[in-house]
């Protein structure tokens, strides 16, 4: 038997051990998983997608450890070059076409798509609802120099904002003034902002669809949907180990083949359908060779 003095001895040995226990435990957790950084359009992150899709690879990669760091495509592209991702998720292709040419983006594939529209107020003083999406920026942009409508832009340099500012630039018009708000911040604040001024402002479908059904949109409606400028690409990159340091290739790889697997498109095609009533994003397999004949057209309607 035990007691006094060697019982605390024998204790305090065996809290010891536990603690070395422990700590060679931490120790090699820590050295065994892997961390992938990945710079991310913030309309895939915000809607909870990534998530969705991150915990699913864990499951079957409980070693890796997935970081979204979720900016605007600009942004996003601009840490890639940086060495501060291994890989990109955005939808800005005329931004992306400068990175896949001058080599920092590498095995670029289309994975998703959905739309961007055009919300405003359910009064719509511009009188949109229903048009072409350029017919719409004209009408948008009289009834703001004339002083009936108010306009959010995210200017934020974000897919978004690249696509608003083709918008404008294809139907010949710079817009500017009082009328011409810029948030400078993400989808979601944006569409806030634009619900709290009943403003128009040019969302991606996801994002308002999230924000809608939570009730935080209550002076604000899709007013167009339709139109051949309004479709969303979204490309997944890796970067180019070759050129910047410090990229974790395989990871990077293994998690892309992962986005256009079946798994991966099943998980794309089916994220919001209980919720949502339908997907708030929709795969890309079976639509690839289309989808890129769009991604090239919009990198001709060039760099604004």
Not at 171 to 197: F, Q
Request: net charge neutral; proline share 3%; charged share 25%.
């Amino acid at each position: 038997m035990i007691t006094g003095k060697n019982s605390k001895i024998t204790i305090a040995l065996v809290l010891a051990i536990v603690s070395i226990s422990l700590s060679l435990y931490f120790l090699q957790q820590t050295y065994s998983t892997k961390v992938l950084r990945v710079s991310t359009t913030t309309s895939l992150y915000a809607t909870g997608l990534l998530d969705r899709l991150a915990d699913e690879y864990r499951r079957l990669h409980p070693d890796i450890i997935i970081q979204f760091i979720a900016v605007g495509s600009g942004e996003a592209l601009r840490k890639a070059s940086r060495g501060d991702a291994d890989m990109v998720l955005v939808h800005a292709p005329n931004l992306e076409k400068q990175y896949v040419e001058d080599n920092t983006l590498v095995e670029g594939d289309i994975f998703a798509y959905n739309f961007f529209i055009i919300v405003g107020p359910k009064e719509d003083p511009a009188g949109i609802r229903g048009l072409d999406p350029l017919e719409a920026f004209r009408k948008i942009y009289e009834a703001g120099i004339e002083g009936r409508a108010l306009f959010v832009s995210r200017g934020d340099e974000s897919g978004t904002h690249q696509r608003e500012k083709i918008l404008w630039s294809l139907v010949g018009l710079k817009p500017s003034g009082d009328w011409y708000i810029e948030s400078g911040s993400g989808m979601s604040k944006t569409l806030l902002i634009a619900n709290e001024k009943n403003a128009y402002t040019l969302a991606d479908t996801g994002t308002y669809l999230k924000l809608k059904l939570e009730d935080r949109l209550p002076y604000l409606e899709a007013l167009v949907t339709r139109g051949d400028v309004l479709i969303n690409i979204y490309s997944v990159y890796i970067v180019n180990p070759e050129k910047i340091s410090g990229v974790n290739y395989e990871l990077a790889k293994e998690f892309k083949e992962f986005l256009v697997s079946g798994e991966g498109q099943g998980i794309i095609g089916s994220y919001g359908v209980d919720k949502y009533g339908k997907p708030l994003f929709y795969p890309a397999t079976g639509k690839k060779d289309e989808l890129k004949k769009q991604w090239l057209k919009i990198t001709e309607w060039g760099n604004v």
